[in-house]
């Protein structure tokens, strides 16, 4: 089973960055489409990023143009840009598989924004 650690998180400004890392243990993780993922209390989780293996990206339009994700399949990692904060996008972050479908989380990584 692959597992993933999520780390980066933590308390910027409006308008501030962050970047998100996302490390792998297990076999296969250069075949899955892996993704970004955040959460608000009493909301669902929703995904903002993901990025199949071979580098293609797709968004959420709430975040296009001010979030990149990225992978380094040698290295076994995930990582998300996240340029132009704004508050709404505090959240906790999560890393995980989109294909397969995810059978465990992690516990993410918080992301703040506020000034």
């Known amino acids: 089973q692959v597992q993933f650690v999520e780390s980066g998180g933590g308390l910027v400004q409006p308008g501030g960055s962050l970047r998100l890392s996302c490390a792998a243990s297990?076999?296969?993780?250069?075949?899955?489409?892996m993704g970004w993922y955040r959460q608000v209390p009493g909301k669902q989780r929703e995904l903002v990023a993901d990025i199949l293996s071979g580098g293609r990206t797709n968004y959420a339009d709430s975040v296009k143009g001010r979030f990149t994700i990225s992978r380094d399949n040698a290295k076994r990692t995930v990582s998300l840009q996240m340029n132009s904060l704004k508050p709404e996008d505090a959240a906790v972050y999560y890393c995980?598989?989109?294909?397969?479908?995810?059978?465990?989380w992690g516990q993410g990584t918080q992301v703040t924004v506020s000034s």
């Open positions: 995980n598989s989109v294909w397969p479908t995810p059978n465990y």
């Open positions: 297990g076999s296969g993780f250069s075949l899955f489409r």
